[in-house]
């Protein structure tokens, strides 16, 4: 067993918990930050394609109000006001120093250039040319964390459990994934960085180390969840032809910067039946986009995998090739030719609106853990704007990294009982069988989980199919889970690790299913074809919480902030 | 249309210090499929203990699933999968640690590394 103590432990290291490790070394403190793959390697940051919403006010006028004003016009009402007003002020600072650390956001003479996304009232999204924001993002973070000696850097450590002892957040037990060593991590404070939960479904966005297992462990620290129910499916993810190389919701950089045509099965446009202007144009909600294409394929009207058309082809070839560059090569190796033919997209999971219940400081009611990044939730409501997710990373993070320093600082750390690594990674220890040929295997029950999910618990929900999910998912922790034969290699145990993810994806997964059954209305990505309409009652945040090994819920009023956005405005200038 | 393609794949097996042996997994060939949907498949479906690394889905991001397919560096997830026999061993210039996982962390990212800060 390997014992390490750091004044701040972060659990993560995409876009928010690099920046939570920054924020916290600039405080003095020493800090690890871990990846259960290799440092900004995993995770959502290097995924983000194109856009980061922020009132920096280049393109046009702007203010961050009126950006917390499409926030919180998106979250349908369930926006903790404070957290997207932190957000929203704070992202301008963060995407300033995000250039300083030389990003790259791309520019025309000086000015950086934004673009108009779905729900913003004007162009306020910079990005990195060409669909490269989040590669260049975590690369420009990990060169900043890399330069600080204060940080320490944990490739494939997989985080387990966090320890809590008389109530407060002590440390983490951790496996080397590479030696399967067993690693006791000592903290002052931990930051829980490592995202959200969108690879629970079958058509989803995620990098594979996205199956809630933040939300799980800050679940089982005696931490609570909130709005756990909200998913968002982004509307025009890849569908077909097979494609490789290339992140499966690419298509949004296309609609921002020529447009393109929504067409269903019989090369029609649809978009403007459901409400929505579209016509050449992207500025049809995403939630309204999700549902058009939903209804038009169980209609009869789709595309021949079951999706809609996307068409480029009324776009002059020299102007795809100036605005994508680079991109139109590599569509041409998996044989796309977009003025010739059309692509099929259908909704994809994307993003996670619930997360871990935190304050201003991005505490939670465990002294001692933080959250950042996606794995917060609250900020976003309802809905999440277009470009919100990585603002949202920089800011949380640097903020949990920054209050959970200053709060390791004023503690004493003292050194944790071996025996509690022992007994917390005990649970599968019967289930592994040295050369054993596996009897089931944890990815294949991920599988059926991931088919569950998208089916019964995904764009569109019924009291009945969620009812019928519960039922499995718990049957599926009960027995499922325990019956699972692990193979028992010691370096690189990839099949123990999937367990351990099983176990965190089935524990979101009740949370999600049981916080949809308890919203008997459709508000925002949580859409219930029973209950077609949103209820005032309901404008209510829903928290989430273990007691024993059974999940609770409960109601708690939405935090609005208490001055007018004219006040600010008024106040600024 | 192409349900009865199979891709025959010839996997490296062992730990670092173990004699090498390859293993045959006989798999559904799907139009468009990349070496690493093969190598998930027989995760999930043969063989739970095959290790090898990756993390983002299949975007060709985070650049941690280069392995030798056919001899020659690859990404497996841009590597086309072709009817027939593929073979895929781990990077051959880094240290082995088992199967097709190889050792390319940065040292200073190694927690406990006598160069790590």
């Known amino acids: 067993m390997m014992r390490v103590s750091t004044d701040v432990f972060v659990v993560g290291a995409g876009g928010a918990g690099m920046y939570a490790a920054i924020a916290a ?26 856009t980061v919403a922020s009132a920096v006010g280049h393109e046009e006028p702007d203010h961050w109000t009126h950006h917390l004003s499409d926030t919180i016009e998106a979250g349908h009402g369930l926006c903790n006001e404070e957290l997207s007003a932190i957000l929203c002020e704070e992202s301008v600072t963060r995407i300033h120093e995000m250039d300083e650390w030389k990003v790259g956001w791309a520019r025309v003479e000086g000015r950086m250039t934004q673009v108009h996304a779905p729900g913003h009232g004007l162009k306020r999204c910079v990005y990195v040319d060409y669909l490269n924001t989040g590669p260049a993002v975590a690369r420009a973070l990990r060169g900043e964390v890399a330069q600080r000696p204060g940080i320490r850097r944990a490739s494939g450590l997989a985080v387990i459990e966090i320890v809590v002892q008389n109530g407060e957040a002590v440390g983490a037990v951790a496996i080397d994934v590479e030696s399967g060593e067993t690693v006791l991590v000592e903290a002052g404070a931990i930051v829980m960085a490592a995202g959200g939960l969108t690879k629970l479904y079958k058509r989803n966005s995620a990098s594979i180390n996205m199956g809630g297992e933040a939300y799980a462990m800050a679940l089982r620290a005696g931490a609570e969840l909130i709005d756990m129910e909200f998913v968002q499916f982004f509307p025009i993810g890849h569908l077909a032809p097979r494609m490789v190389g290339m992140d499966p919701i690419m298509w949004d950089p296309f609609r921002y910067k020529v447009g393109g045509r929504l067409l269903n099965g019989n090369f029609e446009e649809f978009i403007h039946n459901y409400g929505a202007s579209d016509g050449g144009n992207y500025t049809a909600r995403r ?20 999706g809609v058309w996307l068409s480029f082809d009324h776009i002059d070839p020299e102007v795809m090739k100036e605005k994508f560059g680079p991109m139109m090569g590599r569509l041409a190796k998996n044989g796309i030719d977009l003025q010739k033919s059309a692509v099929e997209v259908s909704p994809i999971a994307h993003y996670h609106m619930g997360g871990i219940r935190v304050d201003s400081e991005m505490k939670t009611r465990i002294p001692g853990l933080y959250a950042a990044g996606e794995a917060v939730g609250g900020a976003n409501g309802a809905t999440r704007l277009s470009g919100n997710a990585i603002p949202e990373a920089f800011v949380f993070g640097e903020r949990a990294g920054k209050f959970g320093a200053a709060f390791a600082k004023g503690r004493s750390r003292a050194p944790i009982d071996e025996n509690l690594a022992t007994i917390v990674l005990s649970e599968p220890k019967s289930q592994l069988k040295k050369g054993a040929a596996p009897d089931g295997s944890a990815t294949a029950l991920m599988t059926e989980l991931q088919a569950l999910m998208w089916d019964n618990v995904g764009l569109f929900r019924t009291g009945e199919k969620l009812e019928q999910a519960l039922q499995r998912i718990r049957e599926m922790q009960r ?35 049981l916080a949809a059954i308890n919203r008997p209305e459709s508000r925002g990505a949580h859409q219930r074809e029973d209950i077609p ?14 007691a024993g090994d059974e999940l609770v819920t409960g109601w708690a009023e ?6 007018t956005l004219e006040e600010k405005q008024a106040a600024v200038i | 249309m192409s349900e009865d ?26 139009e468009g499929a990349s070496v690493l949907d093969a190598l998930v498949w027989v995760r999930e479906n043969q063989d739970a203990s095959l290790a090898f690394r990756y993390s983002c889905v299949s975007a060709n991001a985070c650049k941690e699933c280069m392995i030798l397919v056919d001899g020659k560096v690859n990404y497996a997830c841009t590597a086309k999968l072709n009817t027939g026999t593929v073979t895929v061993e781990p990077l051959a210039k880094k240290k082995l640690i088992r199967d097709l996982v190889t050792d390319i962390v940065p040292p200073k990212e190694r927690l406990g590394s006598p160069d790590a800060e």
């Open chain 2, 5 to 30: 393609l199979k891709t025959t794949l010839n996997v490296y097996r062992g730990a670092a210090g173990e004699e090498a042996r390859y293993e045959q997994f006989e798999v559904p060939h799907e």
């Open chain 1, 479 to 513: 027995d499922d889970l325990r019956n699972i034969t692990i193979p028992d290699d010691a370096p690189f145990n990839q099949a123990l690790l999937d367990w351990y993810e099983l176990r965190a994806g089935l524990l979101c997964a009740e949370s999600v299913t």
């Open chain 1, 558 to 563: 939405v935090p609005r902030i208490s001055y």
């Open chain 1, 533 to 546: 309409d949103a209820s005032p009652q309901f404008e209510r945040n829903q928290t989430i919480e273990l």
């Open chain 1, 287 to 306: 939630d309204v986009a999700s549902y058009a294409i939903y209804k038009e394929v169980e209609e009869g009207r789709g595309s021949p995998h079951g």
């Open chain 1, 25 to 50: 070394a600039r405080e003095g403190a020493d800090v690890i930050v871990a990846d259960k793959s290799l440092i900004s390697r995993g995770g959502a940051t290097i995924m983000a394609q194109m």
